[in-house]
């Protein structure tokens, strides 16, 4: 686990980081959220209300305090300077003017997608978190989410991924990928050149294998390399047969 350090009333604690539901933080500090309030501590800014159905992505260095429920300060305050994080790779520079946004809100900043899609915040050093459209997050400056093709199943199919030029999440529990013109799911998200030309029934006696990246460039895959199917570009797997030599 990604263990980092927030402050909870002062007192600094080790918490996974990653996507959070605020109910956790209201359970851990034992505050009951019909008589007290947790609040982000933002500095130059409002205190954001940080309700225990709201959902925040811990980076480290939050600084997280409980106090008495505010009629003065509303669910969703606007803050003073809007909020710029990082979506598909570029930061947004106009922001949201609201502390809170929903899932179906950042998503909606994408305008190129041509598909339906899936939403994820770039977590370092940990599997990337799955946003739902309907979640309401505490949004900060230093939270990076992006956009992907959703498939017909639970795996993220890489070819999909590359056709529209966004990198895969990290951590996933199944990736799709294309090895000559089949398609393969796997539940591990690094294989070796070995076991993908397995995948598709062939040995390494016989048969070499090529990666194929978006625009076209082919990098030939040694056997005992590793393929880490997060990694952006792989778009599909090629067999190629060895030549037999003359005797």
């Known amino acids: 686990m990604s263990k980092i350090e927030i402050k909870l009333n002062g007192k600094t604690i080790e918490q996974e980081k990653g996507l959070i539901k605020l109910e956790r933080l209201y359970e851990i500090l034992d505050v009951m959220p019909d008589k007290e309030c947790l609040y982000l501590d933002k500095p130059n800014d409002i205190d954001i209300p940080l309700l225990s159905e709201d959902y925040i992505v ?12 505010s009629s003065d300060i509303e ?16 930061k ?16 909606g900043l994408d305008q190129e997608l041509d598909k339906p899609g899936l939403l994820y915040v770039d977590v370092s050093g ?5 946003i739902q459209e309907d979640m309401t997050l505490v949004v900060q400056d230093t939270d990076s989410y992006f956009r992907i093709p959703s498939g017909d199943d639970d795996s993220i199919d890489l070819e999909e991924c590359s056709k529209h030029r966004r990198r895969p999440p990290k951590g996933q529990k199944a990736y799709k990928i294309r090895i000559d013109k089949e398609k393969y799911k796997v539940e591990e998200q690094k294989m070796s050149g070995n076991k993908i030309l397995e ?26 390399a590793v393929i880490d199917f997060s ?5 599909r797997f090629e067999t190629v047969m060895k030549q037999a030599q003359q005797g």
């Open 126 to 130: 940990k599997a990337d978190d799955l």
């Open 231 to 235: 990694e952006p570009g792989i778009e």
């Open 199 to 224: 995948l598709a029934g062939k040995n390494s006696e016989e048969w070499t294998l090529n990666q194929k990246l978006h625009g076209g460039r082919r990098v030939p895959i040694e056997m005992e």
């Open 58 to 69: 811990i980076h480290g260095g939050e600084a997280i305090f409980s106090d008495s429920i």
């Open 75 to 90: 669910s969703n305050p606007f803050v003073r300077k809007p909020v710029q994080f990082i979506f598909n790779e570029q």
């Open 92 to 107: 947004i520079e106009q922001g949201f003017e609201h502390a809170k946004v929903s899932g179906s809100d950042i998503s």
